[in-house]
């Protein structure tokens, strides 16, 4: 089972701060047990909304494009894990363990072929 976890942004992330070194190592040592686990298939922290854009979709195939940044940052995702588990318990375990101290994280189920068949 996929799942995605995704990092939700803050008033800081939005401001573009950067995490402080220690972060960043604490990040990084987690991120090296996703892998070592063999359960990472991907993750990545994001770059504030100031730096993105949306495309509404409307009638007849017509687009917009909003330029950032957005309102609401508890709305927003700062970054996220993909990872591959054996079961929910397992994604919930994973996520217990991200070294945050504050903020909040959404674990997602991934969509997989078989669900469609």
């Not at 939700?8 to 701060?17: D, R, T």
């Not at 950067?18 to 990084?28: F, H, K, N, Q, Y």
């Not at 996703?34 to 990472?40: F, H, P, S, T, Y």
């Not at 508890?74 to 993909?82: N, Q, S």
């Amino acid at each position: 089972m996929r799942y995605m976890m995704i990092v939700k942004s803050s008033p800081e992330a939005e401001s573009g701060a950067v995490p402080s070194p220690e972060e960043l190592a604490e990040m990084g040592k987690f991120n090296e047990e996703l892998v070592k686990a063999g359960v990472m298939l991907d993750g990545n922290g994001l770059r504030d909304s100031s730096e993105g854009f949306r495309v509404h979709y409307g009638p007849g195939g017509r687009t917009t494009v909003v330029d950032g940044p957005f309102a609401e940052a508890k709305e927003l995702v700062a970054g996220y894990w993909i990872i591959q588990v054996s079961s929910r318990e397992e994604a919930v375990e994973w996520a217990r363990r991200i070294p945050f101290q504050e903020g909040e994280v959404e674990v997602r189920k991934v969509f997989e072929e078989e669900d469609f068949a």
